[in-house]
């Protein structure tokens, strides 16, 4: 009878939709429980860092950090200074370095590069970031800092330090600038390419300056990583204690200082090390924070406006 | 001719027999089912719902054709087809699917069940791939004993050598040796966090108060190393402390080549730097240095890699680096040239012994590795490290 299959469809619609309301709950479940657990670690190592630094920070005072001359903990000297300089200067100019090195790759991968050029060159750059940072570190050690000895004693430097990073950031940089480039809506690209325009105007005045968020967010992410490297930096970068004032002096920075005396210090000393890894999250979380309040990261408005799945 | 919706398990349909043997229906559904192809739709479908195209790609075959077999199966009542947008989606009909399982159907008579032959055989490699390595780690159930230890850079590798060797001997031990510094030695040896701390210095008398005990492994010294191409072969005591501390900074004033000299030191921590500083009266703020490294092989790469660089190194790592041919050569200390057998006969000037730290005496598992690496073969494996080995020392 008809009437039996009406009531048959509606029967089957209502288990339908059930079962999609379950499906959903289910997800969101399991969703929120994912992100509560990331921003849980988040907030967990932030206040382990804080608790293990307490005593020193206590102990010595936050202006003994920053006025103390030295870093000799034997002494009771703790002055982070000089490390916190040479990190933000390895990174910034690591960053500086390879911002332009990774935008020439993206415009040529964009713009000029045949397809198979192109995917080759993409799979050349996946490789370079795929490989291991202590990896790098040995190659700086062995190949870099030798030739820069030989021009420049001792080497082991700044420079040297610079270098090696700019290596490390250079291929996810040009990923992400690539991708922030490629974002120019087909509309406007089939417009250009109707009025004609060149292939340098399309890239340098429209794809860029719209991609400069994305660009943006792309080297604080650089930076980030920068900031954070360790295993590079301790081989080539010559460990001493002092001022970046020069490219060619040999630098410590705050993660290389950890990775030296982690493993035996004590007490203040200990403490003190863990100031440093404070420090080091802190400047880290005020770049997140930068890169959101600039546009760039998971607070993209254009992210959240596309982002807005089944609303 | 049985109507879509129709096919509940020995519901009404107009060809049913009145005997209670299996309906005409049912013989009409096993008929529309002798098709390859029909057959695989009604399987892809078991599992649940899919549209026309998405048959069409999984069974590759022309859309016309898979519009007949459709109908051919939806006459005979066991798919219905639904329209949702711009596609036909087609499911199994109701009471057609054996509930609770996604490969049955019930056609009311019987039910089929599909089998997959290619995931169950694929399940069994899989499960075969993953249990046989760890059977093989298990040891028959056998439980493995562990002996760890941590601390200096010196020696780590040739306890790593010592381990193995051991290994080789009981094999239901396993040896783990981390670096660290030989500080970390101590200070995990004290907490309990490791079986052996390796120490490349005697033991202090506050540590021997605090209950830790020093069992020596072998005799090595430190000696200071240049570039191989660097003219320099010997240094007096005053030069090395001339030179660490800054007073003498060309290779020129010690009779080397003119170049600004490239100094390295350990970073702290380090027992060979402690020794370093002990033995030449210096205190660790007055080094002027050039390049912090943290263990041997970091100090001998930077010296290798830098003509006018000096550093000083275990003479164990050096004359093993040696023998590979590195860029490097140890310098005469005093008059006395670095080599193992001046160390061997006590004459080299800086000297140490290379510890290994138990709190309290040695027991067990520590124990029985202490007795092999005094043994014939340890002595032999500690030979080839470069150091000298207590059974040979004079």
């Known amino acids: 009878m008809p009437s039996d299959t009406r009531h048959e469809e509606a029967r089957s619609q209502e288990l339908r939709r059930r079962a999609a309301r379950r499906s959903d709950a289910l997800l969101r479940g399991a969703s929120v429980f994912g992100a509560l657990i990331a921003a849980a670690l988040a907030w967990w190592i932030a206040a382990w860092l804080v608790r293990e630094s307490a005593p020193s920070l206590a102990a010595v005072g936050i202006g003994g950090f920053l006025r103390d001359a030295r870093w000799n903990p034997a002494g009771g000297e703790f002055g982070l200074l000089p490390m916190v300089a040479t990190s933000v200067t390895v990174a910034v100019g690591a960053l500086l370095l390879a911002l332009p090195l990774a935008l020439a790759t993206a415009l040529f991968l964009l713009g000029y590069a045949p397809p198979a050029l192109g995917s080759a060159m993409r799979l050349l750059l996946d490789l370079l970031a795929a490989v291991p940072s202590v990896v790098v570190g040995f190659f700086g050690l062995i190949v870099l800092v030798p030739w820069l000895a030989r021009i420049a004693p001792p080497g082991a430097s700044l420079l040297a330090g610079i270098l090696v990073l700019a290596l490390m950031v250079l291929p996810t940089l040009a990923v992400m600038v690539e991708a922030a480039l490629a974002a120019m809506p087909a509309a406007e690209r089939s417009a250009a390419a109707a009025l004609g325009l060149s292939r340098a105007t399309v890239l340098l005045a429209l794809a860029l300056p719209r991609a400069r968020r994305g660009v943006a967010a792309a080297a604080l992410v650089a930076l980030g990583r920068a900031l954070g490297e360790t295993m590079a930096v301790v081989m080539v970068c010559g460990n001493v204690v002092q001022w970046p004032a020069g490219l060619l002096l040999p630098v410590r920075t705050l993660t290389a200082n950890v990775a030296l005396e982690m493993a035996y210090a004590s007490g203040t000393h200990r403490g003190a090390l863990f100031v440093s890894g404070l420090l080091l999250l802190l400047s880290t979380a005020v770049l997140v924070v930068a890169a959101a309040w600039r546009g760039g990261g998971a607070a993209n408005p254009e992210r959240r406006a596309a982002g807005a799945v089944g609303a | ?394």
């Not at chain 2, 049913?16 to 559904?29: H, L, M, Q, T, Y």
């Not at chain 2, 509930?99 to 069994?124: M, N, W, Y």
């Not at chain 2, 008398?205 to 191989?228: M, Q």
């Open chain 2, 1 to 394: 001719m049985a109507r879509p919706g129709g096919a509940k398990r020995g519901g009404g349909g107009p060809k049913r027999a009145p005997s209670g043997g299996p309906s005409r229906s049912c013989v009409e559904k096993l008929k529309s089912l002798a098709d390859a192809t029909r057959l695989e739709v009604l399987h892809l479908l078991a599992e649940g719902a899919k549209s026309v195209s998405g048959l069409q790609e999984r069974l590759r075959i022309d859309q016309s054709l898979l519009s007949h077999h459709l109908a051919v199966l939806r006459e005979a009542g066991l798919v219905r087809g639904r329209r949702a947008g711009k596609s036909v989606v087609y499911r199994l009909a109701e009471g057609v699917a054996v509930e609770g399982a996604s490969t049955g159907i019930d056609l009311g008579c019987c039910q089929l069940h599909f089998v997959k032959p290619l995931a169950r055989a694929l399940l069994l490699l899989l499960s075969l791939l993953f249990t046989l390595p760890l059977a093989a780690c298990g040891g028959d159930g056998a439980a493995t004993r562990k002996l760890t230890l941590s601390g200096s850079s010196t020696m780590a590798p040739a306890c790593a050598e010592l381990g193995k060797a051991f290994t080789a001997h009981h094999p239901d031990v396993r040896v783990e040796v981390q670096a660290g510094g030989s500080s970390r030695g101590v200070a995990d040896a004290q907490a309990g966090l490791v079986d052996l701390g390796m120490a490349s210095r005697a033991l202090k008398p506050e540590e021997r108060a605090a209950g830790l005990f020093g069992s020596t492994l072998a005799l090595d010294g430190i000696c200071l190393i240049v570039h191989r191409d660097n003219p320099v072969t010997a240094l007096s005591a005053d030069q090395v402390v001339a030179i660490y501390r800054g007073a003498v900074r060309r290779w020129s004033d010690v009779g080397g080549i003119a170049a600004p000299i490239t100094v390295v030191n350990k970073a702290d921590g380090r027992s060979t730097l402690e020794l370093f500083l002990a033995h030449f009266k210096l205190q660790a703020e007055a080094v002027r240095a050039d390049v912090v490294i943290g263990d041997n092989a970091h100090g001998i790469k930077t010296v290798a890699g830098n003509r006018a660089a000096i550093g000083y190194v275990s003479i164990g790592s050096a004359e093993l680096e040696l023998q590979h041919g590195t860029a490097i050569r140890m310098v005469a200390l005093d008059g006395v040239a670095a080599s193992r057998d001046a160390v061997r006969a006590g004459r080299f000037p800086l000297q140490r012994p290379l510890t290994l730290v138990t709190r309290g005496e040695p027991a067990g598992l520590a124990a029985e590795f202490i007795r092999f690496t005094r043994s014939p073969e340890g002595a032999a494996l500690l030979e080839a490290q470069a150091f000298v080995p207590l059974l040979h020392a004079e």
